[in-house]
């Protein structure tokens, strides 16, 4: 049988090496050579050495989420170039790539000032591997530029701005969300990483998929949103600024020809997606009753428009979070807060894979204890 091999042009098409990112050669069953697999899952390295530097970040999702050649492929789309098809169906919320940063940086902006910081040790086959993104032209700065995501834990939620101080006596409500959105305001100085295999994953507005980095076990995850049949390509959404999406893209250069980009209803949900989200957060905090009844109103709307885009769990748990930090700050519906709370802690549970992730234990504290949420009973 042939033996497996590090090739020296790299193919993102072929199966590799999943620490070193070295191309294995497949027999003609198309099984993988004499390269070695995880003990537990359908994992492939070109080596035991491999395998066992794997381990620290392959360990908790082993058997969790797919791997390439076997549950999805990298191939060539018409009219894309690359993309990830799936090669079996996946079930909504299920993770269907875990994985690791071959390069991180502290700072993406650093990098491109040829300040990489990595905290990787950028072998020869995984640079070779990295120099095959886009831009093709481009330094190693370029593709992290280009291709990095962002590290930093991407909580599903929203803060809602706490009611104004001079409405109640409870002032203390969330400070600590209110820091957390500026950081948002911080991105380019986020760290960021580059992911070989998930930096293949195409844009689609809407999309069949979401990713979060698991930070907690050091791997960014791929989560189907819904039910994605064999054979089909799955995708996610660069950004979700709305009408503003097409300069992002254009930043990114290209063009998207998704469905929401060429049919105008479509189009619309995608917009009113965007609007509705800002309306919640502007409205939701206010000591105003009629302008929080607007913000829950428009909680409701995004709510059935996520079911007709099949929208990701993330979202769905980030809205009924919202809803129940507006909900909670009145005893009279306290009950329908409590509801949101539960779903939100479910959608989240689902999205992040394991009840022990710190938005999923965040969550489960405000089921069982909504009065240690700041905004709890601020206004009556
Ligand atoms: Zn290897
Ligand atoms: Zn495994
Ligand atoms: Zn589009």
């Not at 481009?138 to 991407?154: F, W, Y």
């Not at 803060?159 to 820091?179: F, H, I, R, Y």
């Not at 929401?260 to 917009?271: G, K, M, R």
């Amino acid at each position: 049988m042939p033996s497996a091999t590090a090739e020296s042009a790299y193919d993102p098409r072929a199966r590799s090496c999943a620490w070193c990112y070295a191309v294995l050669l497949t027999t003609t069953t198309g099984g993988v050579g004499s390269g070695v697999s995880c003990a537990a899952c359908p994992r492939s390295f070109c080596s035991g050495p491999c395998r066992d530097m794997d381990w620290s970040t392959h360990s908790f999702w082993c058997g969790k989420a797919g791997e390439k050649g076997v549950d999805f492929e990298i191939c060539h789309i018409s009219g894309k170039g690359l993309g990830m098809i799936a090669k079996r169906s996946f079930e909504r919320g299920e993770k269907i790539l875990a994985e690791r940063p071959v390069l991180t940086t502290t700072n993406v902006v650093a990098t491109c000032n040829d300040q990489t910081n990595t905290t990787a040790a950028a072998n020869e086959s995984i640079r070779v591997a990295a120099m095959s993104l886009t831009p093709l032209q481009g330094s190693l700065d370029d593709k992290v530029h280009a291709n990095g995501v962002c590290l930093e834990s991407q909580d599903p939620e929203q803060p809602t701005p706490p009611p104004p101080p001079q409405t109640t006596t409870t002032s203390n409500s969330d400070d600590k969300e209110n820091s957390e959105q500026d950081d948002d305001d911080d991105d380019d100085n986020m760290a960021a990483g580059l992911f070989l295999t998930f930096s293949r994953v195409n844009h689609d507005c809407l999309g069949n998929a979401d990713h979060y980095f698991d930070h907690q076990h050091g791997v960014e995850l791929l989560v189907a949103n819904h039910r994605i049949e064999a054979q089909t390509e799955i995708t996610f959404p660069y950004t979700r600024s709305g009408k503003q999406r097409q300069i992002c893209l254009e930043w990114r250069g290209f063009t998207c020809h998704c469905k929401a980009c060429q049919i105008p209803f479509w189009n619309d949900q995608v917009n009113a997606m965007c609007t509705l989200d800002s309306r919640i957060t502007q409205l939701g905090g206010c000591s105003c009753d009629q302008k929080r009844a607007k913000a829950v109103q428009s909680a409701k709307t995004l709510l059935v428009i996520y079911d007709r885009v099949q929208a990701s769990c993330r979202d769905y748990a980030r809205v009924h979070y919202d809803l129940f930090q507006i909900l909670v700050l009145q005893n009279d519906t306290m009950p329908e807060a409590r509801r949101h709370m539960l779903l939100a802690h479910d959608y989240a549970l689902s999205f992040c894979g394991y009840d022990q992730h710190e938005t999923v234990l965040k969550y489960r504290g405000y089921v069982d204890h909504p009065e240690r949420h700041g905004n709890y009973r601020a206004i009556d």
